[in-house]
């Protein structure tokens, strides 16, 4: 999982941790989706059109299906359309339904152009420093509950700080 405001991730962490198993994003079935799956395809990462408004069901059911199969996913939970930082209860779906871990991603940087879009999107500059982060959830906690969409989004609050404006 990776906020949408920092998709420009996205190409860094699939050609760092790649592994012989395919990689697929969902990405949005808009017509701004278009140009994320283009871009996507281009470095070799499967997209997966759908979006909470436009074939999310068919989406959330392909995505299972990859992931029995033996490909790792990944999800914007705030996307395509947010609240900013909000994890839509929907994404966790997907990993439940497959008792599966969540990797959670995220970055600290230096200076960045913030666009004036919901999401707010960063834009690194040129030869910023960036530091990825990552935490592992596991399926279920130890006393055997999961995780909450609050939780996760502690989580993956806590490895994201945002640059002060």
């Known amino acids: ?15 760092r941790y790649r592994s012989r198993r395919k990689l697929y994003g969902l990405v949005s079935a808009s017509k701004d989706g278009a140009w ?5 395809r281009m470095i070799g990462l499967m997209p997966v059109r759908g979006s909470s408004s436009n074939f999310g069901r068919e989406a959330g059911r392909t995505l299972i299906e990859l992931m029995r199969a033996g490909n790792d996913i990944g999800i914007t939970p705030d996307g395509p359309r947010g609240p900013l930082y909000v994890v839509e209860p929907g994404v966790l779906v997907v990993t439940r339904r497959n008792n599966a871990p ?3 991603m995220g970055a600290e940087f230096g200076p960045a152009l913030r666009l004036r879009s919901w999401d707010k ?3 690194p500059w040129p030869f910023t420093r960036i530091r ?23 989580e993956m609050l806590a490895i994201n700080p ?4």
């Open 1 to 15: 999982m990776l906020w949408h405001n920092r998709l420009f991730l996205s190409p860094e962490i699939f050609r």
């Open 36 to 40: 994320l799956a283009a871009f996507y």
């Open 102 to 104: 969540m990797i959670l």
């Open 121 to 123: 999107f960063y834009v």
């Open 132 to 154: 990825l982060r990552c935490t592992v959830l596991p399926a279920r906690k130890a006393d055997g509950e999961k995780f909450s969409a609050d939780e996760v989004r502690a």
């Open 162 to 165: 945002d640059r002060p404006e």
